[in-house]
């Protein structure tokens, strides 16, 4: 005789939130929404045989616990691969490396997992730069635009994520590239190392390193793409073709503008500050 048969005789009443009820009646397989995200680099600056090449979007789902744990991951956090083990999770297309984004379309998704899973609030402790006090600021993800590549007349789109530009002061051609996620986090964890004390005190000369692709010999024309040569090249330039390096470079990288203006509540000083990326970030207060 069936259990049901067993209970209308004795006229027990059937359990309505039994586990068997439930584990028979309930649905689990919960498919998460899927968002289109903007690329600030509009899929200009990936190869042909790129899946992002030509794209101006890129389909991501929402954040589920799943990518909570991710986040938590202590492995993760001290090896820099939580945001990127992130973003490959909610990735829709999964012919895309994670590690092959451009630094601006990086962001662009980071900014909105963040948006679609906790809301575009973000509160978090700012200190300001007029009085040092230290108050509790919001901002609001949703009014962060992209910044797109600036490319002037004195500017030479190589290829893919290649640009080529004179300097000023030696007159030396160089050829810089955008970088990637993977790229990016080398210099993470350099200047972990030197918050560590455990790195030498080259950030700029590491950066340019980073970026540079290509370097002229001027008097033969020749251009090398080899670490020595620009290594060399990178310790000797004058400061301001270094510094000229990092300006093009920062005006040619696509990527989120992170600024939005701050009002102290304290002493009433009002800024553009860049939104800081802290462990609040992706852990707002319940």
Request: net charge negative; hydrophobic share 35%; proline share 5%.
């Amino acid at each position: 005789m069936s259990r049901r048969n067993n209970m209308e005789r004795t006229g027990a009443a059937q359990s309505q939130n039994s586990p068997a009820d439930i584990k028979k009646g309930f649905d689990f397989n919960f498919v998460s929404p899927t968002a289109f995200v903007e690329l600030p680099s509009e899929g200009k600056y990936y190869p042909e045989d790129h899946p992002l090449h030509g794209e101006v979007t890129i389909e991501v789902r929402e954040m589920t616990a799943h990518e909570e744990d991710i986040l938590a991951d202590v492995n993760l956090q001290r090896n820099g691969q939580a945001i990127n083990k992130l973003i490959s999770n909610i990735i829709v297309d999964k012919r895309i490396n994670a590690d092959s984004l451009l630094i601006g379309d990086k962001n662009a998704i980071t900014i909105a997992a963040r948006i679609n899973g906790y809301g575009p609030k973000y509160n978090t402790t700012v200190t300001c730069p007029a009085c040092n006090v230290k108050s509790k600021h919001s901002f609001d993800l949703r009014h962060l635009e992209s910044k797109h590549s600036i490319i002037t007349e004195t500017v030479t789109h190589i290829r893919d994520r290649v640009f080529q530009f004179m300097l000023p002061r030696t007159g030396y051609n160089v050829q810089v590239k955008l970088l990637n996620a993977i790229e990016s986090n080398k210099m993470t964890k350099t200047i972990e190392k030197l918050q560590k004390g455990k790195a030498n005190a080259k950030l700029q000369t590491n950066f340019l390193k980073l970026i540079l692709h290509a370097v002229e010999n001027k008097p033969d024309s020749i251009w090398y793409e080899d670490r020595p040569v620009i290594d060399q090249f990178v310790e000797g330039i004058p400061a301001i073709d270094a510094s000229y390096i990092r300006t093009m470079y920062k005006a040619l990288s696509p990527d989120i503008d992170m600024t939005q203006e701050f009002e102290c509540s304290e002493c009433g000083h009002t800024q553009d500050m860049e939104v800081p990326l802290n462990a609040e970030f992706f852990w707002p207060d319940a």
